[in-house]
């Protein structure tokens, strides 16, 4: 079983920038892909990076969030720049082993919550 670990969720004002981070644990082996999605309460697709180093992003967060991950420490990064108030919502880090990107493990959830 993997466990995901994330941190760095807060409360920062419109056009602030908020770093979140996530670590994997457990049976890491294989896993091929971290990324993050936020439910508010829909769920959606915000970010999500390969072990090889390619990048998928959300339409809404594209040219403000930045991820990034440290294979050797098993942990992915969520760089949230120029945050506005729509980007308020739970965010979860997820991990997988297939090929289609699929999440099969999750985070236990981040709150990010940007003020007007």
């Known amino acids: 079983q993997v466990q995901l670990v994330e941190s760095g969720g807060g409360l920062v004002q419109a056009g602030g920038s908020l770093r979140l981070s996530c670590a994997a644990t457990?049976?890491?082996?294989?896993?091929?892909?971290m990324g993050w999605y936020r439910q508010a309460p829909r769920r959606e697709l915000v970010a999500r990076i390969t072990s090889t180093g390619s990048t998928t992003y959300g339409d809404s967060v594209k040219g403000r969030f930045t991820i990034s991950r440290d294979n050797a420490k098993n942990t992915a990064y969520l760089q949230m720049n120029s945050l506005k108030p729509e980007d308020t919502a739970v965010y979860y880090c997820?991990?997988?082993?297939?090929?289609?990107?699929?999440?099969?493990?999750w985070g236990q959830g981040t709150q990010v919550t940007v003020s007007s």
């Open positions: 457990g049976s890491i082996s294989g896993i091929n892909y």
């Open positions: 997820y991990a997988g082993k297939r090929s289609d990107y699929r999440p099969d493990y």
